[in-house]
């Protein structure tokens, strides 16, 4: 029996906030069935719902069994690509998700800790990524929406139930066709997001322990 080919999943949204399209659905389906550093890509959407999402999540770990999980969201008025690293036990809706629910000042799981880290490598990954050209920054707030309720799942499921998995998220800007609809608003090719995101998993997929340098913020 031949050895089953490791899996990295990448997961992005559905669209919401009134937008028709979103970069990180379309950067899950580019790079599905892709082959990095050894790993065959699985690309999936979420609902944006809080109530669907982490179910959906859920099914995609325990189906695909992958070796690193990396979620990608939408964060439209940023500039470069978000490399989150702090996953906050906190929902607090500033509008509705994509099944009209605006939940407030709850928890994302119950009786769990008030925050995960990413166990991604971040600053090899930043550092990848400002290499290449590609604008990028370590992000300490991945909000209190669907984003943050993923990232913090995810995170609680690997901690807590595939120790062995490494996994994170990341924030990409509005695409030019978005950003034409929010004068003044950033944004980065379909193209330079593709290849953002192909890089970080080319980074985190062959880096065992990160880079070790000043990557914070004073503000």
Do not use: W
Request: hydrophobic share 45%; aromatic share 6%; charged share 15%.
């Amino acid at each position: 029996m031949s050895k089953r080919e490791p899996i990295a999943l990448v997961t992005g949204f559905a669209p919401f906030g009134g937008e028709s399209v979103n970069p990180s659905q379309l950067i899950a389906q580019a790079l599905h069935g892709q082959t990095i550093a050894g790993h065959r890509v699985v690309g999936a959407t979420l609902p944006t719902e809080f109530a669907s999402s982490l179910l959906v999540l859920n099914d995609l770990l325990k189906r695909h069994r992958p070796a690193l999980v990396l979620a990608v969201g939408q964060a439209g008025g940023r500039a470069e690509i978000s490399l989150e690293r702090i996953a906050v036990n906190l929902i607090d809706a500033r509008i509705p998700d994509n099944a009209g629910a605006q939940p407030i000042d709850i928890a994302v799981v119950e009786n769990a800790p008030n925050a995960y880290f990413s166990t991604l490598p971040l600053k090899a990954m930043l550092a990848g990524l400002q290499d290449a050209g590609i604008p990028a920054v370590l992000s300490h707030s991945a909000g209190t929406f669907v984003c943050n309720q993923v990232f913090f799942g995810l995170a609680h499921a690997l901690q807590t139930r595939r120790k062995r998995v490494r996994g994170g998220f990341v924030h990409v800007p509005y695409l030019p066709e978005q950003a034409a609809h929010h004068p003044g608003a950033p944004s980065l090719t379909l193209a330079v997001l593709i290849k953002a995101v192909q890089l970080c998993l080319q980074v985190a997929l062959t880096t065992t322990t990160d880079a070790h340098y000043a990557a914070g913020t004073t503000h």
